[in-house]
């Protein structure tokens, strides 16, 4: 009884990945908002209640490829980070940004579906959280060894953040802990950059205007990175 649960375990679960595969390469034809389960099946060759036994909903469907998504994203941040080292807080930083780029260029239909245009009628439930963080977890311990290091200088004309932005930044520190103000406010600032620069490029507002995009890149991140106070 146990080997026959288990092969039909392997089974089901071969047969989830191969729908997700599919998904995701309907998301390059037909957009995140076009995808479709009767779709998928038929391309599978299944008909089209036999996949309700493994995806409920589209939306179901659409969360397992937005958490497979962040994962992937997560881990190749995760995997720079740690290919540098730790006491070189500038080299993790440049590092981190240079994989999330190079996994959003090599998976662009991916992340348009994780920060692009929201998909109609679709909530991301709670489930998704963990995974969207993963990459910001990682960002946050590098500025986070940097502050405890006393390796942050940021230049003099960086203005302090507002008070209102104090209730905010309690709210940051739960992923990005035991930092202040100040810190949180440049770090969000340097964050936000990197993904606005990323987005910008994938959606096309570079195009015809900036085209030595490896260098331009290069130089966003450094600048960034001088404003959050990081040495170069």
Known sequence: MSSSRTARERVR???????????????????????????????????????YRY????????????????????????????????EDHTGRWLA?????????????????LLYGSPVPGYQAPQDTVAAAVRDTVVYGRI????HHAGALNPPDVVPPPSAAFAEDAARVREIISD????????????????????????????????LNRDPAFDHAMRSHAAYLGLPL
């Open 13 to 51: 679960a071969e047969l989830t990945r191969e729908i997700a595969d599919i998904a995701r390469r309907q998301l390059a034809t037909e957009g995140a908002a076009g995808l479709s389960l009767r779709a998928v099946a038929r391309e599978m060759g299944m008909v089209s209640s036999a996949i």
């Open 55 to 86: 995806f409920p909903s589209r939306d179901d469907l659409l969360t397992t490829l937005i958490i497979d998504g962040y994962n992937a994203l997560g881990e190749a941040v995760e995997n720079a980070d740690a290919a540098t080292p730790r």
């Open 96 to 112: 981190v940004c240079h994989a999330v780029r190079d996994w959003a260029l090599a998976h662009p239909h991916e992340y348009a």
């Open 143 to 146: 500025v986070s060894d940097a």
């Open 179 to 210: 930092i202040p103000d100040d810190v949180v406010a440049r770090a969000l600032v340097a964050w936000t950059g990197l993904f606005g620069w990323v987005s910008f490029e994938l959606f096309g507002q570079f195009n015809n205007a900036i």
